[in-house]
């Protein structure tokens, strides 16, 4: 076939679709059972777009007059969808890490929050900070997500709480999404607390009255882009039925309902997203049996965050139990300033181990189901004809190869593409024509040298040759 593509990746020992029939989520048999090919090629057309998908040699044959901007050899190397991270608070200025040691010393996530700590610390020093400050700090992180695997990431405000500092902030998500190569579904969190001064009623006042009516116009207006809404529906916070307030009105707007709930109290937010058609719900540490089941009826996507249980010794989310009962489930990094993890892998890790999810699982968690929790897996999450080219490369010459991913708990010897194009150790949907290389140029000699300083070798077994990191360095990727 001729004609000018921007990519082949060919020979790839495993490329792993995760589903390739058009599913827009997988429950349970699917996870476990994801689709993969053997000694497989794919081609991305100058669109980005995954154009072609099958063996090595009838993609040869079918572009053998055709024209690539790159050509990789993957030869022994697996290659996965691009990993999503389902939910983030990566925007914000200061750091709590005064907090760890209240936390070890044994004081509650209430307790400090309560004490004017928490989410209220770091509203004081987000309202301080400029636009830049914040659009400085925030791309250093989405670049730090980016070459950990995560090719689309949920950006949410939150640190505001007032209108001013929820628009710059939505402002700098909106900035990078234009500026940066990594995908972005921006979310309105001003709910993310009762800001100081003020009950829970007359901050869901302010948000109904004053934000959404201002974030409709400045959408219409082109001079942001807003995807879902969310509220921390919880004890002491936003209760049920301000909850229920705020995400109809944000419904009624044109935004998805992501919210967080069930967290650190029964409060029945479960039933109350699938009785308002929310497309994800996350933490839902305490839910219901009854919460559980409406999620799964309403095909509401439950968005666990193993990190946060881990950080605040929270009792583990019931990921097998929602998986039993048809839930689709999909994890986040709830990357923040109380959570300080870049890494898609790491969460994957966590989820295996602490969360008895197998790694099949916890792939699928972290790429279609992740994706269908933003309403995006129609473009992103798996590997198939017409979907976004975002793409992640292996050096592993063992046959269950993505397992690497989840078990090293590191994005190490890989390579990232999103539509096709390479950013050295990391790479995405890029527009200028890369130069034709080979897998085993894994990254830059500058990068590699970086992260050989922070990496610690473990023994290797035989053909292995991806890196490998103790969890302080995955933690930190």
Known sequence: MAGEYRLLLANARQLVLVCGHGEQYLLREGMARLDVLHDASLVVGLDGCIKAVGPADVIHRRFAGATFE??????????????????????????????????????????????????????????????????????????????AGSTLVECKSGYGLNLETELKMLRVIERARQAMDIGISS??????????????????????NNHLPKLKELQQSGEIHVDNIDVFCEKGV???????????????????????GDELHPMKSAELGAELGAQAISHLEEVSDEGIAA???????????????????????????????????????????????????????????????????ALAAATINAAYALGKSDTHGSIEIGKQGDLVIINSSRPSSHGHVVLRSSAGG???????????????????????????QIMTPEAMAS??????????????????????NALML
């Open 70 to 147: 790159s050509k990789i050899d993957c030869t022994g190397k697996c290659v996965l969808p691009g990993l999503v991270d389902a939910h983030t608070h990566p925007v914000w200025a200061g750091d709590r890490v005064h907090e760890f040691a209240m936390k070890l010393a044994g004081a509650s996530y209430m307790e400090i929050h309560q004490a004017g700590g928490g989410i209220h610390f770091t509203v004081e020093h987000t309202r301080k900070a400029t636009e830049e400050e914040l659009f400085t700090t925030f791309k250093h992180r989405l670049e730090r997500m980016r070459r």
């Open 187 to 208: 979310t309105y969190c001003g709910a993310h607390s009762v800001p100081k001064g003020k009950t829970a009623t007359e901050a869901t006042d302010d948000i109904i």
């Open 238 to 260: 936003f209760d049920l039925d301000s909850t229920r307030r705020i995400l109809q009105a944000g419904k009624d707007t044109g935004l998805q309902i992501n919210f967080h």
């Open 295 to 361: 999620m799964a009826k309403a095909r509401c996507a439950a968005v666990l965050l193993p990190t946060t249980a881990y950080m605040l010794r929270l009792k583990q989310p019931q990921a097998r139990k929602m998986l039993d009962e048809g839930v689709i489930v999909a994890l986040g990094s709830d990357f923040n300033p109380n959570a300080y993890c870049f890494s898609m892998p790491m969460v994957m890790h966590l989820a295996c181990v602490n969360m008895k999810m197998s790694m099949n699982e």
């Open 414 to 440: 890989q390579r990232i593409h999103r539509g096709g194009v390479a950013q050295g150790f990391v790479l995405r949907n890029c527009k200028n024509p890369m130069r034709e290389c080979r897998a085993e």
């Open 451 to 472: 992260l050989e300083k922070r990496a610690h070798p473990l023994p290797q077994a035989a053909g292995e040759s991806d890196l490998h990191f103790s969890l302080e």
